[in-house]
């Protein structure tokens, strides 16, 4: 049987940062994994880059039964912390948009970082390791695992959540959490692509690789940012954020001219080219080969500018900054980027991440019930959450 004061299950963002943390601490730091690779999730982050964190990262960016939560651990570990561990380890970095950091070279990077901090702490790795059963003793753990018996005082619950599956991910994590009788909130796929209804998808699919500038709003919210048709549906990063606000049935609303006044634009163009037509003034504002298309779906007639009469600009101008659409659903777990809900906040310190009714068992990143927006902010949560963990463990 193997002896350690530590063990951090998933060698994930979390758990090598709080494996990492505890071990500075002169702790005795065992990491256990089922995958064959160390880190997949991290290094294929950011397409590659990683967007290791963001520069305005707040609690206002999580979402969670209890939004307060995630308050104590992102104000006691925060952004410019990690950001000046990156800076010790030389790692060069640019801000992308909206605050995002990315690695200049590789998420590589990021992961040789925290392997490195592992073994400066003495931690020790073990991955392709199955986990058979836990059972809690008087004091501390002990775990029947493919490689054999671990016992330990702390017991950290890093698993992830149910995203990319390929990756590996698995429902293990709130198993574990239900075992010690802790709740786990409903989960679903969060920043993920938009599927679409037939008669929709029918069109839209036709406009596939084009990007626009829009704003998405759902359930009052709104993200302005691009959005990306796709054989599938639709895509891009005010979609993908969005989706974690929105809920099946309901309808998106998208500004699909989100920074002006398009009626202004096409009351001035009428005036300039009364003889151009419709889709030729549209075209100086998007793409042609959308422009072609979206009319007829929107059920806009094509006419010479000369000829619409009254309120119809106004209609055409609205159709285009009001463009309602009801998703079929989401493309689920297999390209979401993260996993709403978790485990109940409700039952953990936000102070220690430890469970309040099970003495040495913890849980930290995305297994909790908490879950970032698009830009570096669930890297964040990882960071945060793993060193709170690592200071008690």
């Not at 940062?17 to 982050?45: E, N, P, W, Y």
């Not at 698993?159 to 959490?177: C, N, V």
């Not at 309602?324 to 297999?334: A, H, I, Q």
Request: charged share 20%; glycine share 10%; with cysteine.
């Amino acid at each position: 049987m193997k002896q350690c004061d530590v063990i951090v299950i998933g060698a994930g963002a979390a758990g090598l940062f709080c494996a990492a943390q505890a071990g500075q601490r002169g702790r005795k730091v065992t990491v256990l994994d089922h995958a064959k690779r160390i880190g997949g999730k991290i290094l294929m982050s950011g397409g590659g880059r990683c967007n290791f964190t963001n520069m305005y990262a707040s609690h206002e960016n999580f979402l969670s039964n209890n939004p307060h939560f995630c308050k104590s651990a992102l104000s006691r570990y925060t952004q410019w912390d990690f950001i000046g561990l990156v800076s010790d380890y030389g790692i060069p970095y640019h801000e992308k948009t909206l605050g995002q950091l990315f690695c200049d070279n590789s998420a590589k990077d990021i992961l040789n970082m925290l392997l490195a901090e592992c073994e400066k702490a003495g931690v020790e790795l073990s991955n392709q390791c199955e986990i058979i059963a836990i059972e809690k003793l008087e004091s501390g753990f002990l775990l029947e695992t493919s490689k054999g018996q671990y016992q330990c005082e702390s017991l950290v619950v890093a698993t992830g959540g149910l995203s990319m599956p390929k990756l590996g991910a698995s429902p293990f994590g709130y198993k574990i959490a239900e075992q010690f009788g802790l709740s786990v909130r409903p989960t679903r796929a969060g920043l993920v692509p938009f599927t679409l209804h037939e008669q929709d998808k029918k069109v839209l699919a036709e406009l596939s690789g084009i990007s626009l500038d829009a704003s998405a709003s759902c359930n009052n919210t709104s993200f302005n940012e691009n959005i990306l048709f796709t054989h599938r549906g639709l895509s891009g990063p005010a979609v993908l954020q969005i989706s974690s606000f929105w809920e099946p049935g309901q309808t998106v609303e998208f500004d699909l001219f989100p920074n002006g006044d398009l009626h202004e634009q096409l009351q001035s163009s009428q005036q300039k080219q009364p003889d151009a037509l419709l889709s030729t003034v549209l075209a100086t504002h998007y793409p042609k080969r959308y422009v072609q298309d979206i009319l007829p779906y929107l059920g806009i007639a094509n006419k010479p500018m000369k000829q619409y009469q009254g309120k119809q600009l106004q209609d055409v101008a609205q159709a285009f900054h009001q463009w309602l659409l009801k998703p079929n659903g989401t493309e689920g777990y297999r390209t979401a980027e993260v996993t709403l809900g978790g485990v109940d906040t409700d039952q953990l310190s936000s102070k220690t991440m430890m469970a309040k009714d099970v003495e040495g068992l913890y849980f930290i990143g995305e297994v909790v019930d908490v879950t970032g927006w698009l830009g570096g902010y669930n890297f964040q949560w990882a960071w945060s959450s793993g060193w709170v963990a690592g200071q008690v463990v």
